[in-house]
């Protein structure tokens, strides 16, 4: 399944050409799932990177990416497929006005593809140009466990089953990466199908290399202030800590307003691309960020 990782080293490079700097540990648990053909089951805080490597990996293998993005109260017709009942209602008016009675031949119409509208599962069970699709199943753990016991089922066999026509088995079954933000735990049954890897922030040099490739416009010398800061704001106790996707979009922000360096004003002006509460940014105003940008600056050898 994996004609475009043919190893480890491979993996790295083509995912990095995307985009997506990654450390040997998640390239090799890539390459293994694309090997094997098991999904792919990532877990960490929210914005270190796991929706983009679905996307880095459909991008470099030239696949279709098909997002089944979950939500409370997701289920099985939200995710595999519906009927258009509006169309299937106009044609039922039609066939009567045309004087078609035949209630047998009327259903058979009805439930036909003609009518069906195909969601993330069925879709990514469907025949694709150019292979098999990259199927995210995105933050799972905001499902329930009903949802997650249908998805256990699907999964284990790459099929699905619709009542009114029949079961749709995957000709080849699609690459799946399923992710967890772990607001909630996961069924252990679930995890088993998959091969797991825990996404963590990454350290310094390797944000550096992200920052890099993801905002190249941004001079070495803002990136090293940046990231450093971002580094030693993570050991703050915040409610919510600041992800590599936070780190890429203040190093837009501060391009976008010229700053050549960081700055007690600059940072106190641009906290809310980086924090997302009220609390966090209330809690790191004044001497606090003023102390960590000293420590930052020092890291990134900035002269005071």
């Known amino acids: 399944m994996?004609?475009?990782?043919?190893?480890?080293?491979?993996?790295?490079?083509?995912?990095?050409?995307?985009?997506?700097?990654?450390?040997?540990?998640?390239?090799?648990?890539?390459?293994?799932?694309?090997?094997?053909?098991?999904?792919?089951?990532?877990?960490?805080?929210?914005?270190?990177?796991?929706?983009?490597?679905?996307?880095?990996?459909?991008?470099?293998?030239?696949?279709?990416?098909?997002?089944?993005?979950?939500?409370e109260g997701l289920d099985a017709a939200a995710a595999v497929c519906e009927w258009n009942f509006p169309a299937q209602m106009v044609a039922i008016r039609t066939a009567e006005a045309a004087g078609i009675t035949d209630r047998d031949m009327l259903n058979r119409d009805m439930f036909s593809e003609e009518f069906?509208?195909?969601?993330?599962?069925?879709?990514?069970?469907?025949?694709?140009?150019?292979?098999?699709?990259?199927?995210?199943?995105?933050?799972?753990?905001?499902?329930?466990?009903?949802?997650?016991?249908?998805?256990?089922?699907?999964?284990?066999?790459?099929?699905?089953?619709?009542?009114?026509?029949?079961?749709?088995?995957?000709?080849?079954p699609p690459i799946v990466i399923i992710t967890s933000n772990r607001t909630r735990e996961v069924h252990d049954a679930l995890k088993r199908r998959c091969l797991y890897h825990w996404v963590d922030y990454p350290d310094l040099q390797r944000e550096l290399d992200i920052l890099a490739a993801r905002v190249?416009?941004?001079?070495?010398?803002?990136?090293?202030?940046?990231?450093?800061?971002?580094?030693?704001?993570?050991?703050?106790?915040?409610?919510?800590?600041?992800?590599?996707?936070?780190?890429?979009?203040?190093?837009?922000?501060l391009l976008a307003l010229d700053a050549l360096e960081l700055s007690p004003q600059v940072i106190a002006d641009t906290l809310g691309a980086i924090l997302k509460y009220q609390d966090d940014i209330a809690r790191l105003a004044g001497s606090r960020a003023a102390r960590l940008l000293e420590e930052a600056r020092a890291t990134a050898g900035v002269a005071d």
């Open 2 to 71: 994996n004609d475009g990782f043919p190893s480890i080293d491979a993996t790295r490079s083509q995912l990095a050409g995307q985009g997506y700097v990654c450390g040997r540990a998640l390239a090799t648990v890539v390459f293994l799932a694309l090997r094997l053909g098991r999904p792919l089951f990532l877990e960490g805080e929210a914005g270190v990177g796991k929706t983009e490597i679905a996307k880095a990996i459909a991008a470099a293998l030239g696949r279709r990416l098909i997002r089944l993005q979950c939500y």
């Open 116 to 172: 069906l509208i195909r969601r993330p599962l069925l879709e990514a069970m469907s025949p694709q140009q150019g292979g098999a699709p990259v199927l995210l199943i995105d933050e799972l753990d905001r499902t329930d466990e009903p949802f997650e016991a249908f998805l256990l089922e699907a999964l284990s066999d790459f099929q699905v089953t619709i009542p009114e026509l029949g079961t749709v088995k995957a000709a080849e």
């Open 216 to 253: 190249p416009e941004a001079s070495a010398a803002l990136s090293r202030q940046i990231v450093s800061f971002v580094q030693r704001l993570r050991g703050e106790d915040l409610f919510k800590k600041p992800g590599v996707a936070e780190t890429i979009d203040w190093a837009k922000c």
